[in-house]
């Protein structure tokens, strides 16, 4: 049973455009949530979070959307840049459950094309 | 660069065998945790080691199992190594054991068992 969804196993977007990748999640009690991104080779790298109780957090290129009512949350990345080209992986938590460690999506492919 | 390093990089295994594998923490992170991430699939969370004593498990039957150390390194360990422990195994440290406390990825050990 998937806790996390990330429906777009990929996602094309040409430079300079917006890119947005979306995450759902069926758990109630999860309330804090991240975005990380991962190069091959690599290991993920974490890009920006939002707690429950705020509904949009910004950090320069990169908007994260809470919509709780929903359980969905997305990414925006504007403007989309060649180095975006990675995967994008959605997790989720329990504010006071830290050692319960973090429920993944299986990743969204995002390309951006010149 | 994160500061976390795994190895081996690469390891291939035969079905019953067992396994160790190794990460060192960027200093002074007194958490680490451990993923398991198969083909198509995001991480998933098999446990986190606080100063040196387990806090939290995910879903992995015991022969998974850890080690922390007190130089910031640590391991895991999986006994009687079944086809589908294939995977990539990433290790995570972060300063503390709360969910807001970012959690830095190494680049993972890439275990394939025949």
């Known amino acids: 049973d998937q806790q996390v969804k990330q429906n777009s196993p990929s996602l094309s977007v040409q430079e300079g455009r917006i890119s947005i990748l979306n995450c759902d999640y069926t758990?109630?009690?999860?309330?804090?949530f991240l975005w990380y991104k991962k190069y091959p080779a690599e290991g993920p790298t974490f890009l920006i979070s939002i707690s429950s109780i705020k509904d949009k957090n910004e950090d320069g290129r990169f908007t994260v959307f809470l919509n709780k009512s929903a359980k969905h949350l997305s990414l925006h990345i504007v403007p989309s840049q060649p180095g975006d080209s990675a995967v994008y992986f959605c997790a989720a938590s329990v504010m006071g459950g830290g050692a319960d460690g973090l429920t993944f999506g299986k990743g969204t492919h995002l390309i951006i094309q010149p | 660069e994160t500061g976390v390093t795994q190895s081996p990089t690469h390891l291939i295994k035969t079905r019953g065998q067992q396994v160790t594998l190794r990460c060192s923490s960027q200093s002074g992170h007194n958490t680490v945790s451990w993923y398991q991430q198969a083909l198509g699939q995001g991480p998933q969370f098999i446990f986190q080691y606080y100063r040196e004593e387990e806090n939290g498990r995910g879903n992995f039957p015991p022969r998974f199992s850890g080690l922390q150390f007190p130089n910031y390194s640590s391991e895991l360990n999986v006994n009687a190594l079944e086809l589908d422990d294939s995977a990539l195994y990433l290790c995570?440290?972060?300063?503390?054991?709360?969910?807001?406390?970012?959690?830095?990825f190494g680049p993972g050990t890439r275990l394939t068992v025949l």
């Open positions: 995570a440290s972060s300063p503390g054991t709360r969910v807001g406390d970012t959690q830095y």
């Open positions: 758990n109630s009690m999860f309330d804090y």
